[in-house]
């Protein structure tokens, strides 16, 4: 596994502004990812970040909102942008490492608690 | 795309007794099941996870058994204890089309002591 951190544990935001937050890794990974979870509810996916390219954005998620910052094989950044309260959610960065069971798999870091007023 | 379905939303067990987490799938090409626990404040965590060319997965108290079959997996916890009490996801992933993990609503457990 890895140990993976992220910055702000936690938060709260006045709606229109933005918030970066960080996620870094104690190892090189290819692949980083960033979910929401909000509250209650299952992780889903918004986009996928590689070292050097643009990152990757799921139905529903765009980079004017989401942007997402990759500079090295051990960090990335999430903001998101002029912010509502709908935005209240954990956010998580994951990282691609070998499971258990020999395959490929997601590790999460301990997530971003973000409240919007 | 693959569709995953996690039952039930809420379980409450005494402590020492089995808790059954049940999950479904759609797409018959998912071939990796892994499971996550989330304590409060937490991020989720891996627990165990299970390949699709094996049927069952055991480590100390908790288990996965996988039906390909009828596309459902379960994760078993046995002799519950307090701090077994968190959400529950299970996931299911292709390996050989991407990196998208499908992953289901989640099981509140509790353990009552």
């Known amino acids: 596994s890895a140990v993976i951190s992220q910055k702000p544990s936690r938060d709260i935001c006045q709606r229109g502004t933005s918030l970066t937050i960080q996620c870094q890794v104690d190892?090189?990974?290819?692949?980083m990812f960033w979910y929401r979870q909000q509250p209650g509810q299952s992780l889903t996916l918004i986009a996928t970040?590689?070292?050097?390219?643009?990152?990757?954005?799921e139905s529903g998620f765009v980079i004017d909102k989401f942007p997402i910052s990759r500079p090295n094989l051990t960090f990335s950044t999430l903001t998101v942008s002029n912010m509502s309260p709908e935005d209240s959610s954990i956010y998580l960065c994951?990282?691609?490492?070998?499971?258990?069971?020999?395959?490929?798999?997601?590790?999460f870091g301990p997530g971003t608690r973000l409240l919007v007023l | 795309g693959e569709n995953v379905e996690q039952h039930p939303s809420t379980l409450s067990v005494q402590e020492g007794d089995s808790a059954v987490i049940k999950c479904t799938y759609s797409?018959?090409?998912?071939?990796?099941f892994p499971w996550y626990k989330q304590e409060l404040g937490k991020g989720p965590q891996l627990i165990i996870d299970?390949?699709?060319?094996?049927g069952e997965k055991k480590d100390q108290r908790i288990a996965v058994t996988l039906n390909k079959t009828a596309k459902h997996f379960s994760l078993h916890i046995t002799e519950t204890q307090p701090e077994d009490s968190a959400v529950y996801f299970c996931?299911?992933?292709?390996?050989?089309?991407?990196?998208?993990?499908?992953f289901g609503t989640g099981t509140s457990l509790t353990v009552i002591p």
């Open positions: 190892s090189q990974v290819t692949m």
């Open positions: 797409d018959s090409a998912s071939n990796y």
């Open positions: 299970i390949r699709s060319n094996v």
């Open positions: 994951s990282v691609d490492l070998l499971g258990l069971a020999g395959q490929e798999t997601q590790y």
């Open positions: 970040a590689n070292q050097g390219s643009e990152a990757t954005y």
């Open positions: 996931a299911a992933h292709n390996s050989n089309t991407g990196n998208q993990f499908y």
